[in-house]
């Protein structure tokens, strides 16, 4: 078996299994491979491999890549990556789903291009379940959020699907369980909630070292790079 299918076969293995530990289907986990800066031909083995949910995190790099990948055409790529409003029309273009959406302010520029490309455009919520400085998302409890759940009736031609979180990172999964777990409880406040516009379907969480916990947590989506792909080079400067 070529490398990438024996990581991905592997990751689905352990998948299978977390899920099974929790009493849950493992169908019920859906695997996004993320390709930030996997080249076209490895993304193209990924997918001969089964991969049909891609993320990547940079509109640029994504456009790039874009006309390299366009045959495979049942694949759904989603944006994860911090998006600034200016480039919330190129997204809408781009990408099939924005999973990172922070901000009342992005939601409205996506809705606004959503429409003018008309498509519907299904969107996650970006939490910032850490209250990390340094990394993006809207606090759990904060009014934006409550002005973002309230906005989504007035969102024609966008969809609220769900929420994703990324935990301040440590080495040991375990210390990110209580994150998860209150991203859990959250998304379960807010589906109780029924918000117009708004249906809980997805709550993305975990990443190549602490999918397992996520899913043991109620993780219905694990976006995994590394696990995958192996190392990236470097990190790239932000767009
Ligand atoms: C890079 C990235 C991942 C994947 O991280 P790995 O540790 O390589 O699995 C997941 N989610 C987001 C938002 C990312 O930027």
């Not at 959020?145 to 969102?155: D, R, S, V």
């Not at 935990?167 to 994150?179: A, G």
Request: hydrophobic share 40%; proline share 5%.
């Amino acid at each position: 078996m070529p490398p990438l299918s024996k990581n991905i076969a592997h990751v689905r293995e352990r998948i299978d299994s977390a899920a099974r530990r929790a009493g849950r289907e493992p169908q019920g986990v859906t695997l996004m491979a993320i390709t930030k800066t996997v080249s076209p031909d490895r993304i193209r083995e990924a997918y001969d491999a089964g991969i049909r949910v891609f993320g990547e995190n940079r509109v640029q790099e994504f456009a790039a890549k874009r006309g390299a990948l366009g045959d495979l055409l049942d694949a759904d790529w989603h944006m994860v990556g911090h998006l600034q409003s200016n480039k919330a029309h190129a997204a809408a273009e781009l990408f099939h789903a924005i999973d990172s959406v922070d901000s009342v302010r992005l939601l409205q520029r996506l809705n606004s291009a959503a429409k003018a490309l008309g498509k519907t455009l299904p969107v996650l919520i970006e939490i910032n379940i850490g209250g990390e400085a340094a990394k993006s998302g809207t606090a759990p409890e904060s009014g934006e959020l409550e002005e973002m759940l309230n906005f989504a009736g007035q969102c024609g031609s966008i969809a609220i699907r769900g929420l994703m979180a990324v935990p301040p990172y440590d080495d040991d999964p375990e210390k990110s369980r209580p994150y998860f777990r209150q991203m859990a409880v959250l998304f379960e406040r807010i589906a109780a909630r029924q918000f117009a516009g708004v249906s809980m379907q997805t709550l993305s969480m975990g990443m190549s070292h602490d999918f397992e916990v996520a899913i043991e947590e109620g993780s219905t989506c694990v976006r995994v790079g590394t696990a995958i792909f192996g190392e990236r080079a470097r990190p790239r400067p932000k767009d």
